[in-house]
């Protein structure tokens, strides 16, 4: 029997249990490969942006049978599953967060976008929508600027270009992007402006609260014209976080300046004298509600982390009892075949 051949492509879609894959230039459909995946369980599971092996199929789908390590990946608390993880995207250099300055602006939100953004790997950068119709835009970006330390914010309009070309400096041939945002936010506006073409489904938002409908309905990466890859993904309103302590570090940055400053080191920040973030509350350099999502996301991290410990553990001593069950030896009769 001839050998499969094994090539090497990165996936550029996913659509339920299919995935498209691009190898030397051209798409091919693929699923993964269950003896890999389903019972080996010894890789993980690949998304939009991994770079994966597979045994090609001239005459159907192929098969992946491998994800290579990934350098990024952007993941939130399984919402179908309701529990565990699912990875959105893979292998991209910057987190393009995308909010509109209409009335679904939400600086709450935002803070936990950063915060993912920051855990994956990529570069958070964030991306105002629809400054052609957003009011107070110079005061929005001023809070931003309050919670989102070291990052790059920019507001444009896909319906009249402003401001798209300051991006060039992250929209290079060699850099991968992904969007993130809530459904509506104009991911699919920004993307057919970047395409020049209407590959992107897009719809209105609705008078009543002004949400968007959610347009992207699965992860897709597109190529630019100069090289650049851009990852789109389906609108989340509700970002369920996963394990984020480093994205913690990192968007929180001046909190935790902060709580090294206390007086007492075990300080619970209620009733302690010399608590510096009572006293920064207290003379107003620090919000009282961004001190209370900080508190609400670390908690959801450090639930998630506790329950990622449990699993390990529970998976490994299930994996030490199987291997030192004695294998039974069965002798098998003729008449039994």
């Known amino acids: 029997m001839r050998e499969k051949e094994i090539l090497e492509g ?33 890789q993980d599971y690949p998304t939009v942006g991994d770079n994966v092996y597979i045994e090609f199929n001239e005459t159907g789908d192929s098969l992946i049978c491998g994800t290579k390590t990934r350098k990024s990946k952007f993941s939130r608390k399984d919402p179908d599953k309701g529990k565990g993880e699912q990875t959105i995207a893979a292998n991209f250099d910057y987190v393009f967060i995308m909010m509109s300055l209409n009335f679904d602006f939400n600086i709450k939100r935002l803070e936990r976008y950063i915060t993912v953004s920051w855990q994956s790997g990529g570069t958070p950068v964030i991306i105002l929508t629809k400054a052609d119709i957003g009011e107070n835009i110079d005061e929005k970006i001023a809070m931003i600027s309050e919670i989102a330390i070291g990052v790059d914010i920019y507001s444009i309009s896909a319906a009249t270009g402003e401001g798209i070309d300051a991006l060039d400096i992250y929209l290079k041939a060699d850099k991968c992007i992904v969007f993130l945002g809530s459904s509506g936010v104009g991911k699919s506006t920004f993307t057919n402006y970047l395409l020049n073409d209407e590959i992107m489904k897009t719809e209105g938002i609705r008078e009543d609260d002004s949400k968007g409908h959610h347009t992207t309905t699965h992860r897709q990466m597109f190529v630019l014209a100069n090289g650049a890859k851009i990852i789109d993904t ?104």
């Open 10 to 42: 990165f996936i550029t879609a996913v659509h339920r249990e299919r995935y498209e894959v691009c190898v030397n230039n051209e798409l091919v459909f693929a699923r993964l490969k269950a003896s890999i995946y389903f019972y080996e369980n010894n």
């Open 234 to 337: 389906p609108g989340m309103r509700e970002l369920g976080m996963w394990v984020v302590e480093d994205g913690m570090e990192q968007s929180f940055s001046d909190l935790n300046e902060l709580t090294s400053a206390c007086k007492f080191s075990n300080c619970t920040h209620t009733k302690e004298e010399g608590c510096a973030i009572k006293d920064a509350i207290k003379n107003g350099t620090l919000s009282e509600k961004r001190w209370i999502n900080y508190q609400k996301i670390l908690r959801e991290s450090n639930y998630h982390a506790t329950k990622e410990r449990f699993s390990k553990m529970k998976e490994k001593k299930a994996m030490t009892k199987r291997k030192k069950k004695p294998s039974r030896k069965i002798d098998m009769k003729d008449e039994d075949y």
